[in-house]
């Protein structure tokens, strides 16, 4: 299971940082990740990190902005945001899959095997 928390209402510049707490069934796991979805819009790559060789990949959209990091002693995902912008609001959803990614293969949502509920982000002007 994944569970995400940390979303909420920020002002435009502002910086946030996301938490995706993983159990037991997501052991084996060798890649997590993040997505979002902009209301009217389909659900996009966000960012991707690779274990225990570390190696991450992020959307042109966001990269220079967002870092995805993860705590293995507490089995948590992060996302800090920085820099936040309008267009950056969304549902962003945590995911775990069993095979690394590279590149665009990260972007492939089917290959993705564990998504959480979501969180809200709203980025207000």
């Known amino acids: 299971h994944l569970v995400e928390s940390g979303g909420g209402l920020v002002q435009a510049g502002d910086s946030l940082r996301l938490s995706c707490a993983t159990s037991?069934?997501?052991?084996?796991?060798?890649?997590m990740g993040w997505f979002r979805q902009a209301p009217g819009k389909e659900r996009e790559f966000v960012a991707a990190i690779n274990w225990p060789q570390i190696s991450t990949f992020y959307s042109d959209s966001v990269k220079g902005r967002f870092t995805i990091s993860r705590d293995d002693a507490k089995n948590t995902l992060y996302l800090q945001m920085d820099n936040l912008q309008l267009e950056d609001t969304a549902v962003y959803y945590c995911?775990?899959?069993?095979?690394?990614?590279?590149?665009?293969?990260?972007?492939?949502?089917?290959?993705?095997?564990?998504w959480g509920q979501g969180t809200q982000v709203t980025v207000s002007s």
């Open positions: 995911t775990a899959r069993l095979d690394y990614c590279v590149g665009y293969i990260c972007a492939i949502q089917s290959d993705w095997e564990y």
């Open positions: 037991g069934r997501t052991s084996g796991t060798h890649a």
